[in-house]
């Protein structure tokens, strides 16, 4: 028999036991369910109950909502909760500055169009990302520049954006993947050593740390989303931070239909503009969010840290790491990597077919998105052939090549954050199944 088969039937015998003391194995108490089959081949489910449902909706938020109503203010330039909400959040990240605006892309949209992104001006991005990160380039007729992926961490590889830099580069455009810290100390050391903004997409890390430092807050600005499925949510909604007195007032004009003032003898900034302005619904239900939101953050950090833990003790399962500067992550998800490898070769769409059967939500995550049509496409795009030029075009569809993202694309594995609201026992059963669809991944290719 071989080492890895050795170490499944070791692991298998451990959970039996229920012991969990040797080889830092954590002490979990294992129930029947270990020696159970999985519930694809008719076992009982490894996680029976539900995980929290989202968004939460309580009494001080229905309160909020209807005071708004009745309030007849019902936009940012009659009411007050916009305002106040950014007041807020201001102090809660610690930023000079924070505008609300009315998404995440909103956010990024604002950003590029305060620094005047337009046709023939190049920004950094990865290219694991949602899609926004791509659009707010393109709709400015920028370039977006991919960089691949640090597979350990699911983030930039902070050590390919050099390369990536060119005399048109006006903005490096970081995401924090998942609600954890990018690479910031290299990111925000290219920055500078080139003099090109940093405009971190912190849509999915409200409330992250670097250092000790909020996230979005350390590069130029930083954009953060509350769209439905987000860690603080109003449904639609966004906001952009800031220490820089000047960007901001650029982006409120920016938002604000290229409008400064109210008076009319000096109604306009020299900047472009559209509206992109929250509502005061928006801005009451995110400060009585917020009430709940800084004890959610520790209770997903807290989870995380239990259910990595947990999951890093199994072969072939890898946690997404964090960087040393990450002193908290906000945990919008919790990736991590399958190497089929150690589970008998059994294709991860099984995987997460099995896991789902057992009662864990999970996707396979982003595609790739250097590959999709939508992309590549842009190399025809008739805007873009007159802007660059053909051959600039087709080499920047040749350049687009990521293979260590290709590699984490068929790897990944995320869980939502709403499940790190769960209970630690809701963690252990998330790894007990985990060791059950190990323990029987033989079984579970053949069906
Ligand atoms: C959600 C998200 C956005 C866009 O935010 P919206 O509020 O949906 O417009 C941008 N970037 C990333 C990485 C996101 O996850």
């Avoid at 070791?10 to 999985?38: H, Y």
């Avoid at 309580?58 to 909502?65: F, H, Q, S």
């Avoid at 650029?250 to 509206?275: E, I, K, M």
């Amino acid at each position: 028999m071989n080492e890895k088969l050795d170490r499944r039937n070791f692991i298998g015998t451990l959970s039996i036991a229920g012991t969990g003391l040797a080889i830092g194995i954590p002490k979990v108490t294992f129930g029947r369910i270990t020696d159970a089959k999985p519930a694809l081949l008719g076992g009982p489910k490894a996680h029976p109950t539900n995980f929290p449902a989202w968004p939460i909706v309580k009494k001080p938020d229905e309160n909020a909502l209807l005071e708004a109503l009745r309030s007849k203010k019902w936009g940012r330039l009659n009411g007050k909760a916009v305002a106040n909400f950014e007041d807020a959040y201001k102090n809660m990240s610690g930023a000079k500055h924070c505008l609300g605006v009315s998404s995440g892309t909103s956010a990024l949209y604002t950003a590029m169009g305060a620094l005047d992104i337009g046709p023939g001006d190049e920004v950094i991005i990865p290219v694991y990302t949602f899609v926004a990160t791509y659009n707010v380039v393109v709709l400015n007729y920028g370039l977006p520049r991919f960089v691949d992926t640090d597979i350990e961490s699911f983030q930039i590889d902070a050590n390919q954006i050099e390369k990536a830099i060119t005399p048109q580069t006006k903005v490096i455009m970081p995401v924090h993947i998942g609600g954890s810290p990018a690479d910031l100390d290299t990111i925000l050391g290219l920055g500078n050593k080139h003099n090109i903004p940093i405009v971190e997409d912190a849509c999915q890390a409200p409330m992250a740390e670097w250092q000790g430092k909020k996230v979005g807050t350390l590069g130029l600005t930083g954009a953060i989303s509350f769209q439905s499925s987000k860690n603080l949510t109003s449904g639609e909604g966004g906001a952009l931070l800031t220490n820089d007195e000047k960007f901001a007032e650029s982006c409120y004009n920016f938002h604000n239909q290229g409008r400064h003032t109210s008076d009319p003898n000096d109604l306009y900034a020299p900047t472009r503009g559209t509206n992109l302005r929250l509502t005061e619904f928006q801005g009451s239900l995110l400060l009585a969010q917020m009430e709940r939101f800084p004890q959610q953050v520790n209770h997903r950090w807290e989870n995380a840290a239990y259910l990595t833990s947990l999951l890093k003790e199994i072969p072939g399962i890898h946690p997404a790491k964090l960087y040393e500067g990450v002193t908290k992550s906000a945990y919008h998800l919790y990736m991590f990597r399958y190497d089929k490898r150690e589970f008998q070769d059994m294709d991860r769409n099984k995987f997460l077919k099995a896991l789902v059967a057992e009662g864990i939500p999970c996707s396979g995550g982003y595609g790739m998105l250097n590959k999709e049509k939508y992309v590549t496409d842009l190399a025809k795009n008739k805007h873009y052939l007159k802007v660059y030029g053909e051959k600039t075009m087709n080499d920047w569809l040749e350049q687009n090549h990521c293979p260590q993202n290709d590699q984490l694309c068929e790897e990944a594995v995320w869980f939502s954050q709403t499940m790190l609201l769960g209970s630690r026992q809701d963690m252990e059963q998330i790894a007990q199944a985990i060791q059950k669809i190990r323990k029987y991944s033989g079984d579970l290719k053949k069906v």
